[in-house]
């Protein structure tokens, strides 16, 4: 049986469709990661399940329990990590984790068992009795994900879980959600960091407005390219007036299966290809048509190609749209005053 069930969510912010038919399973005992630039509705997904938010309509079920009929039983099973770290300054650590065991009604002696062996997980111990006021971003989160483990949820559910740590925090909590993953805890962890999502990933669903585009292992959406990636950029192509037949020469070589434009790099093309072999064949009609190549450099299939294949653009593009539209409306704003 799934420990989460989404079907067909649907939510809205006003004009701006976060959610559009979403649907996902995923499994017990599994680390599934939920891939998607920001805007991607990852952070609306992940509310709905934790009770809130509501859709306006869809269903969701945490261990069978539906959402919006018992949301106390559903945030009994699970342990939520926001995206924005959520700790009062004036309390210690220890001191916040002792408010947050009494408020799942956890007995005494177990709650100050579960902390110290939190506080020895995480590494905690050299300042968990500071004020959290004098915390760096890294103990910060590491108490946050203290304290949505505390009571041994069946899911734990972590939004952009190590955005802007240092390495050595995040490898510590790599680590942690490996071994609770053995343990059997089920995880659902949100990214836009494509090595976080493929070195952790059991299963994975991609989004893209508002919708599930791609759900699999990272191996196998991998190997449904059945092709190479080679990345290319020519003088030519930043010249509007060239740009079209460089797109067709490229696009009439032997072996060549997509070809997408990369505006976040240069103006370079991101192509799939059946092998290397094609490169030699690409490099030498290039030179035929007179096309100076700056740059080709060739890779086997990772996830931000399962993603250009899905949708047409890399997960940067993805990025620097919204980021495009958030400043568009800002300035907007400004305007109107």
């Excluded at 079907?7 to 005992?29: H, I």
């Excluded at 343990?183 to 989004?207: C, N």
């Excluded at 007036?241 to 020469?249: P, R, W």
Aim: aromatic content about 4%.
């Amino acid at each position: 049986m799934p420990v989460i069930e989404l079907e067909d969510l649907v939510k809205s912010y006003g004009p701006v469709k976060a959610l559009n038919g979403l649907s996902l399973q995923v499994p017990q005992g599994s680390l599934f990661g939920l891939l998607g630039p920001n805007g991607a509705g990852k952070t609306t997904t992940l509310r709905i399940l934790c009770t809130l938010l509501e859709p306006d309509s869809g269903q969701a079920n945490v261990a069978g329990i539906n959402t919006l009929i018992d949301p106390r039983a559903v945030r009994r099973a699970i342990g939520y990590v926001a995206q924005e770290v959520a700790i009062d300054k004036i309390l210690s650590g220890r001191e916040l984790l002792n408010l947050q065991g009494d408020l799942y009604h956890l007995g005494k002696n177990d709650r100050d068992q579960r902390i110290e062996e939190l506080i020895s997980r995480l590494d905690m111990g050299n300042w968990i009795d500071r004020r959290c006021g004098s915390y760096s971003g890294g103990m910060r989160r590491r108490l946050d994900l203290a304290s949505g483990l505390l009571h041994k949820p069946q899911l734990l559910v972590l939004d952009e879980p190590t955005v802007g740590l240092d390495i050595e925090s995040r490898a510590a909590i790599w680590e942690l959600l490996r071994e609770l993953r053995r343990q059997g805890t089920t995880i659902l962890l949100s990214s836009h960091y494509l090595e976080e999502v493929e070195a952790l990933s059991d299963q994975i669903a991609i989004i893209d407005q508002g919708r599930v585009i791609a759900k699999g292992a990272p191996d196998y959406l991998k190997s449904q390219l059945g092709g190479d990636r080679v990345t290319l950029r020519v003088r030519e192509f930043s010249n509007a007036n060239e740009s079209e037949k460089v797109l067709k020469v490229v696009q009439s070589v032997e072996g060549v299966r997509k070809v997408v434009i990369n505006r976040a790099q240069g103006y370079s093309l991101n192509l799939v290809v059946d092998n290397e072999k094609v490169l030699t064949r690409l490099r030498d009609q290039l030179d035929k048509e007179q096309f100076g190549v700056f740059a080709m450099a060739h890779s086997r299939p990772s996830l931000d190609d399962v993603y250009l294949q899905a949708t047409g653009r890399t997960l940067m593009d993805a990025e620097l749209e919204v980021a495009g539209k958030r400043d568009m409306k800002l300035e907007t704003k400004k305007a109107m005053r």
